[in-house]
Structure formats: C-alpha cells, structure tokens
C-alpha cells in the first residue's frame, strides 16, 4: 500500500510538475519583426542566431546560418527571416518552403507534450512564408494566411498579415 501510495504521488503529482519544468526549458521563444511592407514575420529568437535577427543582423545570421546542421526547423524559420529582410528573396522562397514542410511534419509526428510548439513552428512557417509571397506578389500568400489562422494555435500574427494582405488587394482592385 505504501509503495502504491508513493507511485500515484509520482505520477499524479510530481511527474506532471517535470514535464510542465522540462517544457518551459525547452520552448522556443517566438519573435516578430516587421517587413519593408509592414508584414509581420517571426522568428526563433533563442536558437539558431535569434538574437542576430532581433538587431537586424540579417546578413550575419544567413551567413551563421547557411550550411548549418543544428535544429532544422528553427534555422529554416530564421534564415527565412533572414533572407525575407535582407532581400535575398530566392533563398528566401527555399528556406520557407523547407520551414513549412519541416513544421507539418514535426507537428503531425509530435508527442502530446510538446504538439502546440511544433504546432506553433509550423503556423509561424506558413505566416513568414505569406508574407513573402505577398510582398513578392506570388499567388499562395492568402492560403498560406489562412492555413495558419486555421491551425488556431499563434495565430494572431498570421491573422494580422491577412487583413493586412486583404487590405493590400483591396486597394490594387479599387485602383484598376
């Protein structure tokens, strides 16, 4: 009885407590910046030269980052970024495509425990990569946009892009 007692005191108490500790530990924190046309994209601004990213370093961190074999999905997302801010949109049009495909299948494969983070990585990779089929009038952005607001999980920066976006389309249809 005893050793039953300690158990459901492991697992119902002390367990739980571990992962909640474990989880904060290991949770990215999540930034946005604005773009030339007021989009907001976000990045990973703990991992993968984040805090290169959040001075405007944009061409030190792709440079940190090119070739880099760490956490793949937070570098995809900040040299996405990167790439967005500092013009290079071909690379950017890569490493977004790759952050999105990274996210979906870290969110569809996650453990319960950590599913909303990897959910979060994969809203912020279609939102990032909307914005730069929007700013780069590519066909794509509204669905990126709407994947994301669909996903209900940190999706108030990829609800903004879209007004923003709608905003945009609206004016270019009025002035036709």
Known sequence: ????????????????????LATMFI???LWAQKS?????MSFVANKAHGDLLEKGRYGMAIQLL???T????????????????????????RDCTRAVKLGERAA?????????????NWVVALSNRGVLRAIRNQS???????????????????????ARFNSKVGREVVSR
């Open 1 to 20: 009885m005893y050793l039953q007692g300690n158990t459901n005191l492991f697992r119902n108490k002390i367990l739980p407590g571990m992962v909640a």
């Open 27 to 29: 949770s990215q924190t």
């Open 36 to 40: 030339a046309d007021n989009y907001e």
């Open 66 to 68: 090119s070739g880099k």
């Open 70 to 93: 760490g956490n793949p999905l937070a570098t995809s997302i900040n040299l996405c970024v990167a790439e967005v801010m500092a013009g290079k949109f071909r690379d950017a049009r």
């Open 108 to 120: 569809n494969t996650a453990m319960e425990s950590n599913r909303d983070e990897l959910y979060k």
């Open 140 to 162: 794509g952005a509204e669905e990126d946009f709407r994947h994301a607001i669909e996903l209900r999980i940190y999706a108030d920066t990829a609800s903004r892009n879209m």
